[in-house]
Structures are given as C-alpha cells and as structure tokens.
C-alpha cells in the first residue's frame, strides 16, 4: 500500500471526495515553491502532485508552460525537484506525492537511478503524460516494481475497446481528463464527465479523479461529486505566476478544497 | 542487434515502432487511439494498388516526377575529382522534396475523412506543400510556424496564405521548428476528431517516421533506377542534408541493402558542433532522449531539458533527427556529418555560380559536404546528393550575410 492507497481508503471509510492540487516543483522559485507544497496539507489537499518542469511541455497549455519556464530559469531540475519532496517529507510523512511531468528528464537521469531516488525520497506515484500503456516497459513496470503508483490517464478518446489497455497497470487512481485538449483550456462540464467516470467505475475498482479545465470552488463541487475528486492544476498556477504571496495563494487552494469537499 | 544477424537494414520498424532502441509511440493518451487508428489506415493503404495508382497519377502531373538526375560537369571539373550527380527533386512543384510525402499523408487523411489538416514548418517549405495540396482537395488548411521562422521565410509565410492557409507564429521558445511541432500537436490534441496531423519530416510517434519514409522513398528509388540507367552502376556515395531527415531517408532507403554505396547524412553545425551548442547536429552532438513521440538523438542539457540549437537554415533548425537515422548512425550502415552556416553559404554561391542553380540553404550544406569530399576522391567515383530544395526563400536571408540591401 502506499500513501496513496492508505488515503484514498480513508476517504471512502469517511465518505468524503479528494482534492488534488497540482503546483509546479520551482515556480515560482525553490524556496516560495517548497513553502507552497509544505502549506497545501492544511488548506485541505489530500493528495499533492508536483509538476517536474519539461522545455516542451507537449500537453501543457501557456499557465503551466509559463510556470514551467519560471522553474527552469530558476535552475530547477529533477534532482532539485526530489530534493524538495525529502524537504517535505521530513515533516509529513502521510501526504501522498505524485510526480507529473515528462519522460525526457526521467530518461536522462536513467530510469533505474531515478526509481531509486524517487522512492527514497517519499514519492508515492508517477503521471508520465508521454509514456502511454505501449510504452510500459520504460518506467510503469519498473516503477510498480519499486512500490510506487504509475497513475494513467484516460480521456474521452479512450474507447471501450481502448479501457482496457489503459486499466492494465494502472494504479493508486485513474485520471480522468475531461477534454480532449490541454491543461488551462475549456472548462469541465459535470454532465458530460458523469457517464465517463460511471463507465470507467464499471471497469474497475480504482477511485476516479477528474482534472483539466477546473478553475473554481463552484467547478470543484460540481466535478467531485460526479467522480471520487478532483483534480486543480492551471488556476493555482496562474494565482502563482500573477505573483500572490504563497499565503493567499494557500487561501485560494483552501476555498478550492472547501469546494471539492462539501461535494 | 548484432550487425553481423541483420540480413536487411530495410525491414524496421517493429510491431512497437522501434528501430532497434529509436522509435516508438511517445504520445500522451488522448492521442494515442489517433495514431493507432493512422497506423492501421495506413496499413490498409500501402498494399492497396488504388492508393498509390492516385499517388502516381499526381507525383507525374501535378508534381512532376520523375525529378530528373542531372550531371553536373563543371562543378565535377571544378572539383577536379567524383563525377557529381543532383538528384533534381528542387524542381518539384512547390520547390523542394516536401510535398512528395504530404501528397500521401492528404490522401490518407481523405481516405480517414478527416477535414482539417494541421502542419508544422521550419523553412516554410512543408507548409506550403501542404497548404497547396489542400488548396488542391479544398480541405482546411492550418500551419504552424515558428515566430522567428516567420520572420526569416517571408516569402513562403506569404505563399502559404495566398494558398489558403491560416498560419499561426508560434511564440512559445525561441520560435522555431521545435516549438511549431509542440504547438501543432497542442493543437491535434484539442482537435482530434475533425483534424489529421500532416508532419513534415520522418520523425513524430511510429507510424509517422515509416509513412514519411515510404512516401519519400520515391526519391532514392527514381534515382537508383536512373544511375543504373546512365551508369549501369550504383553510386559510390549517396549524400543529403538533414533537419528532420526525410529527404535524406527517402534518398538512402532504397540503397540501404546496397552495401558497396556509402551513405552520408550532413547535419547543420550552424556556428561549430562544440560545447555552445549553437548548432543542429543532434547525432553528432545529441544523445539519446524522448521527444515529440519518438526516442532519438536530442540536443539536451544534463538534466534532460531540450536546448534550442542554431542554424542559418530555418528547415534545419531542430534539435532532434528521424530515429531511423539514429539507428543507422549507432550501428553504422549510414555515417553523419556536419557543415557549419559558414561553409554552407560558400557552397550555396558556389552551385549558383557554376550550375545556374540556386539551392535552398538546406540543400547547400549537403552540396558542402560535397564540396569537401569530391576532390580527393578519384574520377570514376560517382557522387549522387539530393538537391532536394530550391533557394528562392532564402535570397533574403543569404542577401543578409552577404551584406546586401534588399528592399521587400
Ligand atoms: C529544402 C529542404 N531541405 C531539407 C529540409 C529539412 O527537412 P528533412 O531533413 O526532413 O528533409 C527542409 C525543411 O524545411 C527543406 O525545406
């Protein structure tokens, strides 16, 4: 089990939703950045996930690509990046952590090291947007070996017939996206999300977080409760690079969390 | 693979679109029901004679093909060593070797039912061939392209628009090819019911490089045909300039099984392959990573981060290369070089002034690589390069480095 599983269960045991908050690892410096993921417990994150900067941010709309240029002009790197999460593991200890980026930074440390350090350092999951279940043997196989999630995605392209492929070695939970585009653009629709998650649910016993497009307390409601939580990424990031002092971006996680948890 | 076990260089990829390591399908999920589907369409349409009878009918009278393979004497006396050959595909419709492969890439995307296409461009020269085959089937036409790129290919920027397109100046990066890719596959992504990713070179998630690959492998086939006819041999050395490396692929392809002919790619080293990293020699200064869907050379820093590269030549200007290249170059079928901005412009003069033909800029750094090998070598040598672009989009460019006003 990992922190992931032991939260999730705790949530279904209380009948509550999750709240995951997305912050990129760096942005806007190292210490503001590691500040902000210290304080998201309290405002009410169940489950933390820290963008790994990437130069070419594939799926990532301008906030998160602006964020992540923000993080690498401040020298971020992946090793500074783990650094932060064993910082933070020194006074939280059951706060899940999943790491979200892309493959290019994990392959160049070499995926054995990375493994390695990743799970000494206190992570609990991996979401490699550009490592799909064809790809498996790269970093999902030897991930799961070492006992942490490999967390996928599925989104409305994902097929019946494709579900399956996607289920196969997915675990901790299962993202789904609720638009076929970018993060930061369109705005999830609750009605249309509904049938998607219930057909996903029917597929498996994994709880179900639904992200992209979700910018507020409202949106947060509606999304979480059609799903097992949801997921903020662009809004936070966008409170950060307009230059909010970590305290009032932690308050506007907060009426986020508020939201996803009165679902 | 131990080389000594490969029968044939000419059967990659795999089932998992690998060529040995290189490769493969490095999409996020939303994408990845799209390139399956593309894969088995294409599959569909490779043994299907009606395909390729449409490809056949317009590479003859909409193209032009078979591009001619045209001596050139007084460049060969000039050098005073290999007998030189052009593989004359800068006389294509639209001017360079592009448009051999979005031909096919248009007919696939009809076949899909696909209604708008996206591209990518560097030097424009993929853009316009695209938007002109849509003009040509009067499908939705939208390009992107480099804010940079805009600015140094106007001439082309202008062609794509008078052909219909919509082109879109990409400002994430430094605005060249590398961010137009990211950008138009943000934009597949968003789209991907009505849309058909055209890519323009043979790299991109498997089945792109393979597709692209076939589809210019006209090239290297007419010319194998027409040397045997002139010569009645093969070539000794087959050469051609790479950004991406499609025209270079579909030169060599149909030689690879061909083992007396030496095959050499010319990357750009733009202001010298060194530690500035101010070149776009992915093989001979990159190392192995994961960007836009394939694994292959990259120019990277040490924490996997993509640098951006230089290079006089907008088309050039990438910092990775077609992951079959970075199989033949690891295991040694194919050699690879570099050419800096600085020698490209001499050869660029040079083919004007003793040919009567003016080369794009991408051609010229292969000319270079000509240039320097030809006079060593002994007179019964043949030498076949692709001159696989024309320069007009560049005059404004070179006019620049050579110090001349230009008025626009
Ligand atoms: C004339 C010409 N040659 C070469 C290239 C580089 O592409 P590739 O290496 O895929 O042939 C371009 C790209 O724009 C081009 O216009």
Same mark, same amino acid.
């Given at each position: 089990?990992?922190?992931i599983?032991?939260?999730?269960?705790?949530?279904?045991?209380?009948?509550?939703?999750?709240?995951?908050?997305y912050?990129?690892?760096? !942005?806007? !410096?190292?210490?503001?950045s590691?500040?902000l993921?210290?304080?998201?417990?309290? @405002?009410?994150?169940?489950?933390?996930?820290?963008?790994?900067?990437?130069?070419?941010?594939?799926?990532?709309?301008?906030t998160?690509?602006?964020a992540g240029?923000?993080?690498?002009?401040?020298?971020?790197?992946?090793?500074?990046?783990?650094?932060?999460?064993?910082a933070?593991?020194?006074?939280? !200890?059951?706060?899940?952590?999943?790491?979200m980026?892309?493959?290019?930074?994990?392959?160049?440390?070499?995926?054995?090291?990375? =493994?390695?350090?990743?799970?000494?350092?206190?992570?609990?999951?991996?979401?490699i947007?550009?490592?799909?279940?064809?790809?498996? @043997?790269?970093?999902?196989?030897?991930a799961?070996?070492?006992?942490?999630?490999?967390?996928?995605?599925?989104?409305?392209?994902? !097929?019946?017939?494709?579900?399956?492929?996607?289920?196969?070695?997915?675990?901790?939970?299962?993202?789904?996206?609720?638009i076929?585009?970018?993060?930061?653009?369109?705005?999830?629709?609750?009605?249309?999300?509904?049938?998607?998650?219930?057909?996903?649910k029917?597929?498996?016993?994994?709880?179900?977080?639904?992200?992209?497009?979700?910018?507020?307390?409202?949106?947060?409601?509606?999304?979480?409760?059609?799903?097992?939580?949801? =997921?903020?990424?662009?809004?936070?990031?966008?409170?950060?690079?307009?230059?909010?002092?970590?305290?009032?971006?932690l308050?506007f996680?907060?009426?986020? @969390?508020?939201?996803?948890?009165?679902? | 693979?131990?080389?000594?076990?490969i029968?044939?260089?000419?059967?990659?990829?795999?089932?998992?679109?690998?060529f040995g390591?290189?490769? +493969?399908?490095?999409?996020?999920?939303?994408?990845?029901?799209?390139?399956?589907?593309?894969? /088995?369409?294409?599959? &569909?349409?490779?043994?299907?004679p009606?395909?390729?009878?449409?490809?056949?009918?317009?590479?003859?009278?909409?193209?032009?093909?078979?591009?001619?393979?045209?001596? #050139?004497? *007084?460049?060969? #006396?000039?050098?005073?060593?290999?007998?030189?050959?052009?593989?004359?595909?800068?006389?294509?419709?639209?001017?360079?070797? &592009?448009?051999?492969?979005?031909?096919g890439?248009?007919?696939?995307?009809?076949?899909?039912?696909?209604? *708008? %296409?996206?591209?990518?461009?560097?030097?424009?020269?993929?853009?316009?061939?695209?938007?002109?085959?849509?003009?040509?089937f009067g499908?939705?036409?939208?390009?992107y392209?480099?804010?940079?790129?805009?600015?140094?290919?106007a001439?082309?920027?202008?062609?794509?628009?008078?052909? +219909?397109?919509?082109?879109?100046?990409?400002?994430s +990066?430094r +605005?060249?090819?590398?961010?137009?890719?990211?950008? /138009?596959? *943000?934009?597949?992504?968003?789209?991907?019911?009505?849309?058909?990713?055209?890519?323009?070179?043979?790299?991109?998630?498997?089945?792109?490089?393979?597709?692209?690959?076939?589809?210019?492998?006209? $090239?290297? &086939?007419?010319?194998?045909?027409?040397?045997?006819?002139?010569?009645?041999?093969?070539?000794?050395t087959?050469? /051609? #300039?790479?950004?991406?490396?499609?025209?270079?692929?579909?030169?060599?392809?149909p030689?690879?099984?061909?083992?007396?002919? *030496?095959?050499?790619?010319?990357?750009?080293?733009?202001k010298?392959?060194?530690?500035?990293m101010?070149?776009? /020699?992915?093989?001979?200064?990159?190392?192995?990573?994961?960007?836009?869907?394939?694994?292959?050379?990259?120019?990277?820093?040490?924490?996997?981060?993509?640098?951006?590269?230089?290079?006089?030549?907008?088309?050039?200007?990438?910092p990775? $290369?077609?992951?079959?290249?970075?199989?033949?170059?690891? %295991?040694?079928?194919?050699?690879?070089?570099?050419?800096t901005?600085?020698?490209?412009?001499?050869a660029?003069?040079?083919?004007?002034?003793?040919?009567g $033909?003016?080369?794009?800029?991408?051609t010229?750094?292969?000319?270079?690589?000509?240039?320097?090998?030809?006079?060593?070598?002994? #007179?019964?040598?043949?030498?076949?390069?692709?001159?696989?672009?024309?320069?007009?989009?560049?005059?404004?460019?070179?006019?620049?480095?050579?110090?001349?006003?230009?008025?626009?």
């Amino acid at each position: 089990m990992t922190r992931i599983d032991v939260r999730f269960a705790a949530l279904k045991a209380e009948g509550r939703k999750a709240f995951v908050a997305y912050i990129m690892g760096g !942005d806007p !410096d190292h210490d503001r950045s590691l500040a902000l993921m210290q304080g998201l417990p309290a @405002a009410g994150v169940d489950v933390i996930e820290l963008g790994l900067p990437f130069t070419d941010p594939m799926a990532d709309g301008p906030t998160i690509q602006r964020a992540g240029q923000r993080a690498l002009e401040g020298g971020q790197t992946l090793a500074l990046t783990l650094a932060m999460v064993r910082a933070f593991r020194a006074g939280d !200890d059951a706060t899940p952590i999943v790491l979200m980026g892309y493959y290019n930074p994990i392959y160049s440390m070499g995926v054995e090291r990375f =493994v390695a350090e990743a799970t000494s350092a206190g992570v609990d999951g991996l979401i490699i947007v550009d490592l799909p279940p064809e790809e498996d @043997a790269e970093l999902c196989l030897p991930a799961r070996a070492a006992g942490m999630n490999f967390i996928r995605l599925a989104t409305p392209t994902t !097929d019946d017939r494709r579900l399956p492929t996607v289920l196969r070695n997915t675990s901790g939970f299962v993202y789904y996206v609720s638009i076929t585009g970018i993060t930061g653009a369109g705005a999830a629709d609750a009605g249309a999300v509904a049938p998607e998650v219930a057909r996903i649910k029917a597929a498996t016993d994994l709880p179900v977080i639904v992200g992209f497009g979700i910018a507020t307390p409202e949106a947060a409601r509606a999304v979480a409760s059609v799903a097992d939580g949801c =997921v903020v990424g662009s809004a936070i990031v966008a409170k950060i690079g307009s230059g909010a002092p970590v305290a009032e971006v932690l308050g506007f996680v907060a009426d986020l @969390a508020a939201g996803a948890h009165s679902a | 693979m131990a080389e000594d076990l490969i029968n044939s260089y000419r059967t990659g990829p795999d089932e998992a679109g690998r060529f040995g390591i290189f490769g +493969g399908r490095f999409v996020s999920e939303t994408l990845m029901p799209l390139i399956l589907d593309l894969e /088995a369409e294409y599959e &569909k349409a490779k043994t299907d004679p009606a395909f390729w009878a449409e490809m056949d009918d317009l590479w003859t009278h909409y193209v032009g093909r078979p591009s001619p393979l045209y001596f #050139a004497e *007084r460049l060969t #006396a000039r050098l005073g060593g290999a007998k030189i050959y052009m593989k004359r595909d800068e006389l294509n419709h639209t001017g360079a070797h &592009k448009i051999n492969n979005v031909l096919g890439q248009i007919l696939l995307a009809r076949r899909m039912g696909k209604e *708008r %296409i996206i591209a990518e461009t560097g030097a424009g020269q993929h853009g316009v061939a695209t938007a002109t085959v849509c003009a040509r089937f009067g499908l939705k036409c939208v390009v992107y392209m480099g804010a940079h790129d805009v600015e140094r290919q106007a001439p082309n920027v202008f062609r794509m628009r008078l052909l +219909g397109a919509e082109v879109i100046p990409v400002t994430s +990066g430094r +605005g060249t090819l590398k961010d137009a890719m990211n950008d /138009a596959l *943000r934009d597949w992504v968003t789209n991907v019911r009505d849309t058909f990713y055209c890519i323009g070179t043979v790299a991109g998630p498997h089945p792109y490089p393979a597709m692209v690959r076939d589809f210019q492998s006209i $090239i290297g &086939k007419e010319a194998r045909a027409q040397m045997l006819a002139r010569e009645g041999r093969l070539p000794d050395t087959i050469i /051609a #300039a790479i950004g991406g490396g499609s025209n270079a692929m579909g030169l060599f392809h149909p030689f690879l099984d061909d083992t007396s002919v *030496r095959i050499i790619g010319v990357e750009a080293g733009g202001k010298g392959v060194d530690e500035r990293m101010e070149h776009c /020699a992915s093989l001979t200064g990159g190392r192995p990573g994961v960007l836009h869907g394939n694994r292959t050379y990259l120019l990277q820093d040490a924490d996997g981060q993509i640098l951006e590269g230089h290079s006089i030549s907008a088309g050039l200007d990438y910092p990775g $290369i077609g992951p079959e290249h970075a199989w033949l170059h690891d %295991i040694g079928r194919a050699e690879y070089v570099s050419i800096t901005d600085t020698e490209a412009l001499a050869a660029f003069r040079l083919c004007c002034e003793e040919e009567g $033909i003016i080369p794009a800029l991408e051609t010229a750094h292969a000319f270079a690589h000509v240039m320097k090998i030809a006079p060593a070598l002994p #007179a019964d040598h043949l030498i076949c390069m692709n001159m696989c672009g024309r320069g007009d989009k560049d005059i404004f460019t070179v006019a620049r480095h050579l110090g001349f006003e230009m008025k626009v």
